[in-house]
Nanobody, 124 residues
Framework: VQLVESGGGLVQAGDSLRLSCAAS????????MGWFRQAPGKEREFVAG????????QYADFVKGRFTISRDNLKNTVYLQMNSLKPEETAVYYC??????????????????WGQGTQVTVSS
């Protein structure tokens, strides 16, 4: 079972990036999927999550209106479109999969599978 993130990189403030997370080893089409991030010296924090069907999404307040999470269950892939990036959003971004109990999980312990992370660096 593997989650592999891609799409990170170095961008300038105000730019956009699209992260992808490809799942392999088993299907995650019945799982909720989430994106978290961890900046140096800080705890990992929830960014966005999506239900198994894509019908429900949740966002951290600090990304609402700028980030969009989506998924393609046929491709076993989840995406995070990030617009208007800020320097303080420099972090390693992780995708995760967890059981969908009817709500989108918001905390790390609710997710069972994690990717290795992709670095996003936003310069000012």
């Amino acid at each position: 079972v593997q989650l592999v993130e891609s799409g990170g990189g170095l961008v300038q403030a105000g730019d956009s990036l699209r992260l992808s997370c490809a799942a392999s080893g088993r299907t995650f089409s019945s799982d909720a999927m989430g994106w978290f991030r961890q900046a140096p010296g800080k705890e990992r924090e929830f960014v966005a999550g999506i239900s198994w069907s894509g019908g429900r999404t949740q966002y951290a307040d600090f990304v609402k209106g700028r980030f969009t999470i989506s998924r393609d269950n046929l491709k076993n892939t989840v995406y995070l479109q990030m617009n208007s990036l800020k320097p303080e959003e420099t972090a390693v971004y992780y995708c995760a999969a967890g059981r969908d109990y009817g709500w989108v999980p918001l905390t790390s312990p609710e997710y069972n599978y994690w990717g290795q992370g992709t670095q996003v660096t936003v310069s000012s």
